[in-house]
Structure formats: C-alpha cells, structure tokens
C-alpha cells in the first residue's frame, strides 16, 4: 500500500526538501478546535528562513490560508509527507516528513484532530516545555481522504516493526492493532475530558 505520489511545481530548490523536524509536542486549548489534542512539531528553519518568517508574521496577522494534502515522497519508503501551500499571510510551500513506525502518532493525531501546530525550534535539543509561549502557528488539515490509505500503511509498518522486534505473525498483527486502538483512545481526549 502506498500513499499518493504528489508532484508539485517548486518556487525554489529549498521547497523541495523536507523541513526537519527537531521534537514534538500535544497541545490542547479550550475554545481552539474543540479543545482536541493536536500535535505540534518544532522545525528546524536554519535552511528555511521563509518558514520561520511565516511563523513570526502569523502573530500580527489573522488566521491565513493554507493548502494540504498527504501523500509519499517518490524513494522516500517507510514516510509519509504532509505538503503544505500557505497562500497567506505569505507564500510559501513546505513538506513535513514523518517516519511511520517512529512519528505514526503525530500523523494519527493530525488525522484525528483535523490539524497540526507548526514553531520554530531555538536549537538542536529544543523541547516545546523550555519556551511554551513561542509563537505557534494552527494549520488547519482537512479530510484529504487520506485516512484510508493512512490506516492500512499504520497497520502494515507496525507490523512488520513488530516482527522485526520478534513477534510471531499473530503477535505482530494483536500489538499493531492494540497501539493503534490506545493511540486513537488518547487522541480523542478533549481539553474538557481531563480538566473540571
């Protein structure tokens, strides 16, 4: 099962990678999307100035437009890529990549939650807890109708990461499933589930 491939015309040569993404982090905010739990990654933008512009001018302006679609980068095996279209505040284009096996919760819960944040990092070991009042960008991620590809590309890495750790077939195919089931149970959780 493979995701679809995307083929994008580029502004420049520095679109055309992925922008690395140094940690993550959930956030949940009463009165955004629900209170739902979405993921936030922190990029590294040494590479992409123009990404790291976006995020500064996004605290002055109102909410901006961006296009997504999920999909695979061609010999990129074993990933997933979000590519983002930000029409504005500013133009740009940029991918974030994720690992399935390693990131799948991240893409789980942008699934789920309908979105993801987007921030700088400040260095190479940047955790969100060290400066949680940086400026954070919310891309809205509609239904792309991913979500059934998504699901069977999960199912299948899990597994085999669980043969590869040395599971039976039958073990591998019962673990996948129960991750996959606590993942989804934790992403639905609302900020009103766990605070009175």
């Known amino acids: 099962m493979k995701a679809k491939i995307v083929d994008i015309p580029l502004r420049n040569l520095r679109e055309r990678y992925p922008v690395r993404i140094v940690a993550d982090a959930a956030v949940s905010t009463r009165g955004l999307h629900g209170g739902r739990l979405l993921p936030l990654v922190l990029l590294d933008t040494s590479d992409r100035p123009d990404v790291a512009e976006l995020i500064r001018v996004h605290q002055y302006h109102g ?11 061609g010999g990129h095996e074993g990933t997933v890529a979000l590519f983002l279209t930000f029409i504005r505040p500013t133009e740009l284009f940029m991918i974030l990549e994720f ?6 919760p991240l893409v789980e819960q ?40 998504w699901d069977k590309l999960f199912a299948e890495y899990l597994r085999k990461h669980f043969r590869a750790e040395g599971l039976s077939r039958s073990e591998s195919r019962r673990a996948a499933t129960s991750l996959i089931e606590e993942l989804r149970k934790f992403a639905t959780m609302k900020m009103r589930d766990v605070l009175p």
């Open 99 to 104: 690992d399935i096996v390693k990131q799948g």
């Open 110 to 149: 942008t699934l789920i939650g309908e979105g993801i944040y987007i921030t700088k990092s400040e260095a190479d070991d940047d955790r969100f807890i060290k400066n949680p009042d940086r400026v954070k960008v919310i891309v809205e991620v509609g239904d792309t109708g991913f979500r059934e590809t």
């Open 63 to 73: 909410p901006g437009d961006v296009q997504t679609q999920w999909g695979q980068i």
